[in-house]
């Protein structure tokens, strides 16, 4: 016959079971839940992507994820096809025959540089490449990607460098390297001190690359919460918070981090060092898009009413830089005139900075133009 000492312990033990049950269920219906949302949220995204995802080092700069393979459909564009190799370049497309050719142009720069809502070969680098003799655009390869500049581009050109050396892979023979005016000269000045490393780093990435509902509760976020904007939309604050000395040791200071980021890609038989104008650079009226992005007319204003002075000091900035690189021996295409020929409404996207197919094209003219200018043509 039992005794009450012999069924003490039962009571404890069947306790923690039935809380280890009760935890399983709950995790079994989150995971169902999780798989119903990402089912209803590919169904209503017809399978593509609503974001470009992206990763970071261990130090927070940003890249594209290794291994990418995915049709993107950004809000109001057409669908276009994402694919990268196993550093994060975006390439042609993900065949075997492409991942495995070698790099005959490769570009590094940001999301002006990746060709931001349209297919791989409308980007400027693929079209310089199509212009190479016996060269086609699935030689291109592009270390591009949003809100990168020219200093944290610096630890993923080191690692493609390492990688590409240890497989004993031929050298390209055109480096671009794409200064964007519109963002890297503020990223460059302000963004450093703001990096941080968010809690759950590998499974929020994880979840943006792989996940649909992921990118759209990013998205919705982003909506809800922009009149938490950091900084005015469009326009280039660093313009008035340096002095006119200041400037000129930004536009030196922009210039050296060029040539950091030069040598530590893989040495090319050339280097071009593309300068992107900003858009209301170009055509001050650029600026008016951005109205519906500022929580307040007042806060519009102000900084329309700056517009003129941040041209000027835009366009010095360009120049000095463009003077430095050259003496620092770089071939430098500036495409700011041949752009300011042509509609900007065909010239750039209406909601952002970021060059149209067209645009892409008019660069690609002015990289060949710096590259061709006083000798033959790279073969």
Known sequence: MSTPRDLAPVAPVTGLRRAAGTVLECLVVLAVVALLLEGMSRIVHLNKRP????????????R???GFDATIQLAGREPFALCTDAQGLRVADCSAATLAAETDVLVVGDSQALGWGFDFGKTFGALVAAELPGRRVGSARLMAAAATDVESLQSWASD????REGGQAAAPLLNIVSLNLGNDLDEMFFSRSSVSIPRFRAAREWLAVHSTVMAD???AKNALFNAEWQSPPGAN???FALDDAERATLASAA???????????PPARETVVLLLPNDYQVQPGEFDKYRRFYPQAAQFE???RR???AVARLDALESAIATELQARGFRVAVPHEALKAVDPLTLFDRGSHHYSPLGQRILARSILEALHAGHGKLS
């Open 302 to 304: 102000s900084w329309q």
């Open 64 to 66: 594209m994820p290794a």
């Open 255 to 265: 210039a050296a981090a060029v040539e950091r980021l030069a040598r530590a890609l």
């Open 160 to 163: 493609y460098r390492h990688h």
């Open 307 to 309: 517009i003129p002075q």
């Open 51 to 62: 974001a470009i995802p992206a990763v970071s080092d261990p130090d927070g700069a940003l």
């Open 237 to 239: 604050p660093v313009l």
């Open 217 to 219: 509760f990013t998205i």
